[in-house]
């Protein structure tokens, strides 16, 4: 079945970096989209972006141009998602999600990973 | 990058209700919108894809409608399990995936 295990929950100081890991089984890896996405504490979702896990090709919202890098390694099914120059308001449950349909990134995305709470205080 | 809205923005109802909910788009985004369901604590469930298709185990009492910039989520009689909120998504640009501001549905 498939199975998206996100790393623990991060403590970060404002200005560091965080990383947070997305381990894909059940499924081919390279052959479908993963999506990165954030809900702030009693907010909605937010988009943050997506990586082709096969070419490692990469697109992100325009508002986290700069700030975040999407990276796989293939040999061990995992998607990365590294936000940098933290900030008080990145505090949020950061969520990986595989797209639905094979080789298509425009596919809604059907199988979400459980989450991981980034907090960012002094 | 494309907008999305969510109406309205909470919405109490009893078992058994009939519910809608209605989202719309700041441009045409034919049928590339999807519709998830999320509790707290927990990741969301994808509901309907392409506007109107049923995800496979979701029950039939949810469905969808419309294209262009307005659609809609109907479930037909409200289960004690429905109470959540409901997130519209537009997957229609290359480079957006612009969810909604979420409807809360909560019990009268």
């Known amino acids: 079945q498939v199975q998206l295990v996100q790393s623990g929950a991060e403590v970060k100081k404002p200005g560091a970096s965080v990383k947070v890991s997305c381990k894909a089984s059940?499924?081919?890896?390279?052959?479908?989209?993963m999506h990165w996405v954030r809900q702030a504490p009693g907010q909605g979702l937010e988009w943050m972006g997506w990586i082709n896990p096969n070419s490692g090709g990469t697109n992100y919202a325009q508002k986290f141009q700069g700030r975040v890098t999407m990276t796989r390694d293939t040999s061990i099914s995992t998607a990365y998602m590294e936000l940098s120059r933290l900030r008080s308001d990145d505090t949020a449950v950061y969520y990986c999600?595989?797209?639905?349909?094979?080789?298509?990134?425009?596919?809604?995305?059907?199988?979400w990973g459980q989450g991981t709470l980034v907090t960012v205080s002094s | 990058d494309i907008q999305m809205t969510q109406s309205p923005s909470t919405l109490s109802a009893s078992v058994g209700d009939r519910v809608t909910i209605t989202c719309r788009a700041s441009?045409?985004?034919?049928?590339?919108l999807a519709w998830y369901q999320q509790k707290p604590g927990k990741a969301p469930k994808l509901l309907i894809y392409?506007?109107?298709s049923l995800e496979s185990g979701v029950p039939s009492r949810f469905s969808g409608s419309g294209s262009g910039t307005e659609f809609t989520l109907t479930i037909s009689s409200l289960q004690p399990d429905d109470f959540a909120t409901y997130y519209c998504q537009q997957y229609n640009s290359f480079g957006g995936f612009t969810f909604g501001p979420g409807t809360k549905v909560d019990i009268k």
């Open positions: 392409k506007a109107s």
């Open positions: 999600a595989r797209v639905a349909e094979v080789v298509v990134v425009t596919s809604p995305f059907d199988y």
């Open positions: 441009q045409s985004i034919s049928s590339w």
């Open positions: 059940g499924y081919t890896f390279t052959g479908y989209y």
